[in-house]
């Protein structure tokens, strides 16, 4: 991993027999921190918080235990000694590894000992796994490093198996007090400076005996209304979220402070007046951690426009150039092009904000791009990142609109996710840059051009019935009218739909021919002279079931002519297993007994069952009513498979679209009923929560409900009925099969399509025939054979 370095400051007194004070946050840009030395640890850039730490900022040392079985953090400083009294120690650690054993300790000599012995009340820490911001601590009594002598203080990682990273950060080293700070001033701003930054680096001298700095900005002498802060260094910077008000006349004071009380008497008061903010009115500017080492944006090309800058690692963290305008229109779908610097094999992101409501934030839905998945991943010295833009269709027109795009670092291995400071429009950067341009949206001045579908493409024959119609954008345009029929140029399904996407979901007939067109409009008026395609469904498409990492099977499952009996075996079966070979028959209106049984691999495990039938074929399987059992009612108990099954009843609904439809059984295992029935993914045929169980697939014909009366109502019919042997149709124009079904809903004879159909092998009784339509349709007739 390349090593990103930020900047630190440390406060010392210095005297014969002086206050010992160390605040080290190792926040810098340098590989040399005061009075520290270390051993086989180097520094390592955190892109998570979980110490004192923040985003971006880095914890000093990182060994593997492939280079050293140590890791030692050594402070030894003899510009500052001791004045007597106690002083406490504590460091913030974290450690990382697989398989890991070890320990740290904290420890301490006097003077120009060599010898190292623990610090009083710290512990040795043994670890054998990660262990996240852990801290140790303790306090070497008053009279034990004597006045005037120099104290050294080391954090010790000792590997005893595995692989490890250790961290250390936040070391503090603070002795008690015998007096109040000495005062101190100013270094940077100047008293009286102008053209300050509003996120200036404000500087001062180290006090003698101060612990802390009290720093203090009003906009009158004296006032703190615009800063309050507590600093532990020489130095401060303010972040984001308190930047100064620009052109503004300011007041400021610091003042040396420790456990005694504030220096008194000092003379710390400037005043100095800041510079216009070319960020303003939105927040910025954007500072880096790292500035030696900002990765910076080179070229962003958009809209037809270019602008380049420089490619130089070190560039500003901030740079305006709302000067550079890209104009769009509303509702239009835009390339870009991001260029950055890169390093090696290290990954960078970008995030793209734009302001379309101009009401100063970038945060409102719609203004985010590529901010869920990562926009990027380089690995060579220039990246290049293509995009699209697409304008909302309710941007703001004619206004000068603000662009922020964001560029950083994000790891080494490809992230499924970015990290809050790269999603957020005002968060300081870790190691990249921010660029601000202006963009104009303009309204259109004709009407827009046509456009034309990516899916499906003229004379599909490959399209699911419950497939997604989409298109290419068309710019300038408004919306989207969608015509579709069954006839050319027909409209009987869809008459002039308006969308505002470049896609819609439809709900079909399977293996029929359909005609679409999709007609661009602006406020100007409709697109014009736009092309029909024309293309033939499939069968509807359902989402792949959830898997199990067990296979605790469903064996049986008997239903409306099903009676399917499979494997009883753990993991003797497949996860998912499609039996849409197998049919079941039923009609509207009617319920339908159900049972079914499986290995619960255990005399006190319970397994529950629920069932999904996607009734009105839309593809979807958990529409209202098409859910049973997600209460947990569906259940067995201690079941090996092969002993009483599980009982329950399916109602069909009345409008159950006709045909063949998809039936979902998915078992799972739950700790109780009440378990199964507060889980979502129980009751979601695509997803589980649970690791044993199994899905299966099935088919089921809907038939028309029909009274022996209704026979004659039909187009086509069936006679003589009553029958003996032989059952004619009156027309098998049309007809693609035929099954045969008894009361029970099993399917008893299936025959091709003829006008006498022999059914001489069938016992006396009322059957179902059912005529398999080739538009998909299925047409049912009762039957009475003699």
Known sequence: MKKFLLSCSLALGISANAQVLVHESFESGGTVYTGFTTTNLSNFTLTGSTCEETVGTQALGRALSSAATTAVLDYNSNTVTSNGKKIDVSVNYQQWGTTVGGNIKLEYAVGTSTTYVAVPGSTTVTFAAQQNCMVISGTIPEGTVPAGSAVKVRVTTTRTSGTFTSLYDAINIVQEVTSIPACTTFSVPANSATGVSVRPTF?????????????QIGTTSGTSNVLN?????TSFTPTSSNVLPANTLLYATVTPTNAMGDATGCASNISFTTAANPFAPYCGPIASSAPTATYPISSVAFAGVTNTSAATVGAPAHESFTSTVFEVSPNSSN???????GAGTNRFATVVFIDWNNNGSFEDAGEKYFNTTPFLYGFATTNALTGTIAVPATALLDTNLRMRIKYNYVGTTNPTSLPGFMTNACTDLGN???????VIVKAPTTPP?????TSPTNGSTTFAANGTLTWNPSSGSTGYKLYLGTTPGGTDVLNGTVVTS????VSLNTFSTYYAKVVAYNNIGDATGCTEVSFTTTSVEYCSPATFTTVEPITNVTFAGINNTTAAAVGGTPSYQNFTSVKGMVEQTKSYPISVNGNSDGATFSNFYVVFVDWNQNGTLNDAGEVYFSDGSLTLTGSTGTGTPATGNISVPANAKLGDTRMRVKKAYYSTAAAAAASTAFGNPCTSDSTFGQVEDYTLTVNEFLAVSDINKKSVSIYPNPFTDVLNISDVKGVKSVSVNDMTGRQVKSLAPTAELNLSNLNSGLYIVNLQMEDGSVKSFKAIKK
């Open 203 to 215: 500087t001062w001298a180290a006090a003698t005996g101060a612990e802390y700095y009290k720093l």
């Open 229 to 233: 802060i507590q600093a532990t260094g």
């Open 335 to 341: 390339s870009i092009t991001i260029t950055g610097t």
């Open 432 to 438: 990249g840059q921010a660029e601000d341009y202006t």
């Open 449 to 453: 051009a046509c456009t034309t579908f």
């Open 502 to 505: 470049t896609s819609y979901q």
